[in-house]
């Protein structure tokens, strides 16, 4: 996490750490943020407007919007770090490979493996996973896994290749340390400042990836609440009830652009040049 100095010098910084901490709290106390039950039909109040009663309305079936948001965010924070985790497992794994082996394994998974994920767009290829085995959580997870990796092996394995001739490396391979160790010990953590920021900002984009799907029906099945499956169901109430569309839209642009604050903010810090000319 950011230094509190580092926060109160950036405060797009500072409102992006006060809208995840926001989040996070939607995610873990839905129950006790969000009194009623997200999946209650209500068809007399439907689409009625913001009121003491529905802050944010209700939709089109009478369900309460805030609810929804609220228990959407479960959704959204859950997908964003299964998928920021998992593709920068298998990237950390795939690109260290190949930076530290080189020569023609890395060819195998620079030219073939990565440029033929590559060659599809990310969002086609979760679509084409999600339409054949079906939607649900886990498959979008794993969809959304196999089509981001591929960022993270390429970041993982140039670091390497800049890092595994470096002296530190070198007297480690001269004691008769393992490549194994060599990487875990040596160069992993001399790489990992990058990576953290194309983590956090790969949480902006795997949250509106899965919007996306949901928005397409291939996320989470209903009445399970999920941002995407809610602007869907607004947009045909663009103009008679704005509102049905307009708070799920909101929650999923605060959520994008504090991630990417924060990614901003980490990779002003982490390098050396921008926390000198911010007097950091």
Not at 54 to 81: C, P, Q
Request: aromatic fraction near 8%; charge should be positive.
């Amino acid at each position: 996490m950011l230094p509190m100095r580092v926060l109160r010098h950036n405060p797009l910084a500072m409102a992006g750490a006060v809208l995840i901490v926001i989040l996070t709290c939607c995610a873990l106390f839905s129950p006790l943020i969000a009194r009623q039950d997200p999946a209650y039909l209500d068809l007399p109040s439907r689409l009625s407007p913001p009121s003491h009663t529905h802050w944010f309305g209700t939709d089109e079936l009478g369900r309460d919007i805030f609810a929804r948001v609220v228990y959407g965010t479960r959704i959204s924070m859950l997908v964003g770090v299964s998928v920021v985790a998992g593709s920068l497992l298998l990237g950390v794994i795939f690109g260290s490979i190949a930076g530290y082996y080189g020569g023609r394994i890395d060819r195998v998974f620079n030219i073939i493996v990565m440029n033929a994920f590559l060659s599809f767009p990310g969002i086609l290829l979760a679509i084409a996973f999600v339409a054949f085995l079906g939607p649900g959580l886990i498959n979008l997870i794993l969809a959304l896994v196999i089509g981001g990796w591929v960022g993270y092996a390429r970041l993982v394995r140039a670091q390497v290749l800049a890092v595994r001739e470096r002296e530190f490396v070198e007297a480690a391979r001269a004691l008769g340390a393992s490549d194994w160790r060599i990487v875990v010990r040596h160069i992993l953590p001399n790489i990992i400042q990058p990576v953290i920021v194309q983590a956090a900002i790969g949480m902006a984009g795997a949250v509106l990836a899965e919007g996306t799907m949901s928005f397409l029906g291939l996320g989470v099945p209903p009445p399970t609440a999920s941002w995407g499956s809610m602007l869907s169901d607004g947009r045909g109430h663009l103009f008679d009830a704005p509102h049905v569309a307009l708070f799920p839209a909101a929650a999923v642009m605060l959520a994008v652009l504090s991630f990417n604050f924060i990614g901003d903010a980490l990779r002003d810090y982490l390098d050396p040049r921008s926390r000198i000319a911010a007097g950091l």
